[in-house]
């Protein structure tokens, strides 16, 4: 898993902005605003 430097962080960070994405659009999207 960690076997190369910044592999784990990377991930975690790309994941999580994704979460975060989703979370926006379906925010808006229940709000009817865009």
């Not at 994941?15 to 709000?31: E, H, P, R, S």
Request: with cysteine.
């Amino acid at each position: 898993m960690g076997e190369y430097a910044g592999g784990c962080y990377g991930g975690q960070f790309a994941f999580i902005l994704v979460i975060f994405v989703l979370l926006v659009i379906i925010g808006c999207t229940v709000c009817g605003g865009y």
